[in-house]
């Protein structure tokens, strides 16, 4: 969450952020609707193309359109709520004065990088205006300019940041600072066209290094230090970077992200998710250490519905911890388990992180799919085997053995839930349907039942379904803008030569296959730590997947090594954001699990080593 410190604005301050509320209050409303629209097209076209028989022409096209700007606008909600993925570890432990300082360098990048980029977003709008979609026969442009329109509002919303949370003194010294740094980079210019691709270091290190661990959201962080080589280092037109956003935001496959991510809420809010627990709790709630394997079981399930390492955590902790404490387990414990669990199944579909990595690195989703599974099991009894090691050291609980009438009035009611997981992987696999089009139907199928469960216990409260589209147009759009910037980044460092170099580089690393892929290992568990997993893999996959096709490394079974290892680093302390969000989620100080949570991450990185040298674990069932 974005840190506002009191301070008394003067009537022009209050007046710009009284604004923003208003703007954001509608970006809010447009954005719910998008979700919505986007969601009632895809269906429609589901349901014409499989039960009628009868596909729409535009359904696609229509979708695409609407993406881009519930993408943009997303991304704008998620700035002006603070909720874009960055680093906050060393923000954290300043002063409360130093804190404000840096959150002030943060808005001011942000609102300098959307100001160089809004003349050229524009410009990428007219270009595209004399393009005709083939289906509907609108003009391009009309979806283009979701770019600039989105970079405006984000430059509202930094200055009112700004206004809200500094004083003039403090503004003036981030501007100074940032001036400097900017100066010197100008200055130098001469210099770093001289040092060839050297200069990618001053750029892609220690510039992206700087922002990010200045709390910079880690999409500004890329986009600036893209804009930065792009201005000084090169004659490149600056609308590359605006048209390779627009190409990163606008596959047909990353459609299915706002999806899952609402599907993930639905699944919490319909309380599917809690009849799996319930389920569950009454098949092993007497065993000792039971509720800790009811908890990962959830979490394997549950991973399989949401897509969404947040909504999983957030629909399983509150309905196991209670239970849990009362049996005499430890919060931190509870925490510590709760984050491993949630690294433990990356790869179980319809992940994300699965769905974004066939997206950047051209690899079927359906094989991932596939693929996925196994190596979420094998990590899955790995930390199953460090529960049970735990657990032989408490006490048998003073719990019954749940008599089977119970056992079987859990299950009928977990049917739906159990249904689900099982409807969204037949269905990609069996390449009945798209995981974009899984996703909708899951969204369907959850409201129904949800709607019908409701008509026995009236458990829903309509009035989250509202906040519920916020959530999913605001983390969308966070993930995508990364995408998007990612996509330049990428673009930027394959023309200046260093993807080739690094491809020759990696190919000569001893070992061969075995030793390339335990560098990757090390790379993506600190770059999952460092820049959490999404956009590691979106900026560095594209240029290490290609060394590892020409070492022989599968594709399926390399993305696996690479969505493990990033989760890993993604729930390691003490940078991983996983790791707090676990620790936000259970209302547990970060420091009474850091040293519980370890013992976990040691049987996940012995399960890596292991879905790693056996590729028939990743690869076996394709």
């Known amino acids: ?27 809010g409303a447009l954005a719910a609707c998008l979700v919505l629209a986007e969601t009632i097209v895809l269906l429609t076209g589901v349901i014409y193309r499989y039960a009628l028989h009868d596909p729409l022409v535009w359904s696609d096209e229509l979708a695409s359109i609407l993406f881009i700007w519930l993408s943009m606008l997303g991304a704008v909600l998620a700035l002006d709520r603070g909720e874009h993925m960055r680093l906050t570890a060393i923000i954290n432990k ?21 100001l160089m980029v809004i003349h050229p977003a524009l410009d990428h709008a007219v270009e595209q205006m004399p393009i005709t979609t083939p289906a509907l026969e609108i003009p391009d442009g009309l979806r283009a300019a979701a770019l600039p329109v989105g970079a405006i509002l984000m430059l509202l919303a930094a200055v009112s940041r700004m206004a809200a949370l500094t004083t ?40 992206i290094g700087v922002c990010v661990a200045g709390g ?23 609308m590359i970077v605006v048209s390779r956003m627009d190409e990163g935001m606008s596959s047909l496959i990353l459609l299915s992200v706002p999806l899952f991510v609402l599907l993930g809420s639905l699944l919490e809010m319909s309380g599917l998710a809690k009849t799996l627990i319930d389920f569950m709790a009454a098949l092993l709630g007497h065993v000792r250490g039971g509720l800790q ?17 947040a909504a999983d955590m957030a629909a399983i902790a509150p309905a196991l911890f209670p239970e849990m404490k009362k049996r005499g387990s430890k919060p931190e414990e509870l925490v510590a388990l709760l984050s491993s669990s949630g690294a433990m199944t990356e790869t179980i579909p319809p992940s994300l992180v699965l769905i974004t990595i066939g997206a950047v690195c051209s690899v079927s989703i359906t094989a991932l799919f596939i693929g996925g599974l196994m190596p979420a099991a094998i990590a899955t009894i790995a930390i199953a085997v460090v529960c049970w090691m735990r657990a032989r050291r408490e006490p048998m609980p003073d719990v019954p053995r749940a008599p089977m ?113 335990l560098i990757t290992i090390v790379i993506f568990i600190v770059l999952g730590s460092l820049l959490e997993g999404i956009p590691a893999i979106v900026l560095f996959g594209p240029l290490l997947f290609p060394v590892a096709r020409s070492l022989g490394v599968h594709d399926v079974h390399y993305a696996m090594v690479v969505i493990l290892a990033m989760g890993i680093g993604l729930f390691a302390p003490p940078f ?6 676990a620790c936000a989620i259970g209302k547990v100080s970060p420091d009474g699990v850091f040293n519980r949570v370890w013992g976990y991450l040691a049987a996940l990185v012995v399960a890596l080593l292991v879905v790693a040298f056996v590729p028939w674990i990743s690869i076996g069932f394709l």
């Open 216 to 238: 910079i959201p880690i999409a500004f962080a890329f986009g600036t230090a893209t804009m930065a080589y792009l201005a000084l280092a090169t004659n490149a037109p600056l």
């Open 293 to 309: 394997y009811v908890l990962l079981g959830a979490m394997f399930l549950v991973s399989g519905i949401s897509g969404s390492k």
């Open 576 to 581: 991983g954001v996983g790791f707090y969000a």
């Open 94 to 114: 300043c002063s409360e004065k130093g804190r404000i300082w840096l959150e002030t360098v943060a808005a001011l990048v942000v609102c300098i990088f959307v």
């Open 405 to 517: 009438s119970l056992i079987m009035k859990t299950l009928i009611a977990a049917i739906p839930a159990l249904a689900l997981p099982m409807l969204i992987r037949v269905a990609v696999i069996e390449g009945v349907a798209t995981a974009t089009e899984v996703a909708t139907i899951g969204v369907a199928y959850t409201v129904v039942v949800g709607l019908i469960m409701h008509l026995f216990m009236k458990h829903l409260n309509f009035k989250r379904l509202y906040p519920m589209l916020i959530e999913a147009a605001a983390l969308s759009g966070a993930i995508l803008l990364i995408i998007g910037m990612a996509t330049a980044m990428a673009w930027a460092l394959t023309q200046s030569g260093f993807s080739s170099k690094l491809v020759a580089l990696m190919q000569g690393v001893p070992g061969g296959g075995a030793g390339f892929l």
């Open 168 to 207: 003039m003194r403090l503004l003036l010294s981030a501007l100074a600072v940032v001036a400097v740094i900017a100066g010197a980079l100008w200055l130098a210019q001469p210099a770093l066209m001289a040092m060839g691709n050297y200069n990618l270091i001053v750029f892609f290190v220690l510039l």
């Open 1 to 27: 969450m974005t840190y506002r410190a009191p301070v008394n604005m003067n009537p022009f301050a209050r007046a710009l952020v009284g604004l923003n509320r208003m703007v954001m209050h509608v970006v």
